[in-house]
């Protein structure tokens, strides 16, 4: 699902993801890997979860998002 069709559901695709991604470390400029899976699901439902390292690989390519191993935490760096 990296490439969308006409038939892509723009909210759990990796650009509606990662649009989402940014709007909850807007808020908190750094949370738990956890915690953001959790709210994505939350808030998109279960089937967010197919894309969701996509979109998080998506940001970080982008210089987005820096993650930390040792807390596996994720910082918001620019918006």
Not at 39 to 63: D, P, Q, R, T, V
Request: charged share 25%; hydrophobic share 45%; glycine share 6%.
């Amino acid at each position: 699902m990296i490439r969308p069709t006409k038939y892509t559901n723009i909210d759990v695709s990796i650009i509606g993801l990662s649009a989402e991604i940014i709007k909850l470390l807007s808020v908190d400029r750094s949370l738990k890997y956890n915690n953001i899976l959790g709210k994505i699901i939350h808030i998109k439902g279960e089937s967010a979860k197919e894309n969701f390292l996509l979109a998080l690989n998506f940001l970080y390519m982008l210089g987005k998002i820096k993650y930390y191993p040792e807390e596996d935490v994720l910082e918001l760096l620019k918006v």
